[in-house]
């Protein structure tokens, strides 16, 4: 079987290795040409996932219709607001027999659809399915036991995705509600920029527990309201996703959100960084969507604050602490259907 990789990111390059090391074809995109030298020549990805030897089953390549024709699996491994030119630009060279993955996690600006919709409308003979899960590209790399869900419509072609990247070291479920699945992993990003924050500020583990706690609360509040099952965000891909974001320096969301509560411009941030930081744009398109839904979502609207209006994040602290006071047990009624006794 071959299978083509686009993007040599650190979880795309991640990927391919494992792929490779249960003895796959792999050929991985990347639109940088001395990146694909690198790891062609040198068997190593210096940028995005240094440290880790390349199998020699994997050929990079900036030839998009190289990567794609003749795969029968294809993952998309790009930032998320590349994915739709990304299908634009394989159109012509995907079959309907291909599985299509997307491992990327976020919304689509403007649209505001989840990616799987966004490929959908480009790749639309093709059924699109997704691997997310709390997964640091390099704990994968490194081989440390690490567990996701695939997601899609098929339960037997999710199966053979599952046994496809099922390793000794990668655990893979299956999950139907890929709605939930994709929130989950998109919504995260926010809460993880608001877990750096309160670090940066100097707040200790009950502020972050709070953060979490709550921050799972208005991603399953707007996730409901969008079709998804409230228990998935019990998950691997809710408060799995959700914790490993907001605890690992590993997170660039996490990283970005230290910087900016010691008070680091957003500007500054995302040059320091140097890599996508999915949550940024993340909060402005969910913010946008809860205003139109009327879906109240505190965390993510104090963020946006501090990301799009100039907001202290000490005032947006304050903010979110002395809103009204609300009985917990009744939310978590309308969200998962407890009763009073």
């Not at 079987?1 to 792999?26: E, F, H, N, P, R």
């Not at 068997?43 to 020699?56: E, T």
């Not at 599952?162 to 699945?181: A, C, E, H, K």
């Not at 946006?304 to 947006?316: A, M, R, S, T």
Request: glycine share 10%; proline share 2%.
């Amino acid at each position: 079987m071959k299978i083509g990789v686009l993007g040599a990111g650190s979880w795309g390059t991640a990927l391919a290795v494992l792929l490779a090391d249960k003895g796959y074809a792999v050929d991985l995109w990347h639109r940088r040409e001395d990146l694909v030298d690198e790891i062609n020549f040198k068997r190593v990805n210096s940028k995005y996932l240094p440290g880790v030897v390349i199998n020699k089953k994997i050929t990079a390549t900036t030839s998009l219709e190289s990567a794609v024709a003749g795969s029968e699996v294809v993952v998309l491994a790009v930032p998320s607001h590349t994915i739709r030119d990304l299908c634009i630009q394989i159109k012509d060279f995907v079959n309907c027999e291909q599985y299509i993955v997307n491992v990327s996690k976020g919304l689509e600006e403007g649209s505001y659809f989840r990616l799987s919709q966004a490929i959908n409308e480009e790749l639309s003979y093709n059924n699109v399915y997704v691997l997310s899960g709390p997964s640091h590209a390099e704990e994968v790399a490194n081989k440390l036991p690490t567990t996701v869900v695939v997601s899609g419509e098929k339960k037997a072609k999710c199966e053979l995705l599952q046994d496809l990247f099922s390793t000794d070291y990668l655990r893979v479920y299956t999950n139907p509600d890929m709605i939930g699945v994709e929130l989950g992993g998109a919504l995260k990003n926010i809460i993880a920029l608001g877990a750096g924050i309160s670090d940066g500020l100097g707040y200790g583990d009950n502020s972050k527990a709070a953060l979490m706690t709550r921050g799972i609360a208005e991603i399953s509040r707007l996730g409901k309201i969008l079709g998804a099952k409230t228990e998935t965000f019990a998950g691997l891909t809710g408060i799995g996703d959700l914790i490993v974001t907001c605890t690992s320096m590993h997170s660039r969301n996490r990283r970005a959100g230290i910087l900016l509560g010691q008070g680091e411009s957003l500007e500054n941030v995302l040059a320091g960084i140097g890599m996508v930081v999915e949550g940024v744009k993340a909060t402005k398109t969910a913010y946008e969507l809860a205003g139109k839904h009327d879906c109240e979502m505190p965390i993510t609207t104090g963020i946006y604050k501090i990301l799009y209006e100039g907001y202290d994040p000490k005032d947006v602290v304050n903010q979110i602490m002395t809103r009204r006071s609300k009985h917990e047990i009744e939310e978590i009624n309308s969200l998962y259907y407890y009763g009073w006794n």
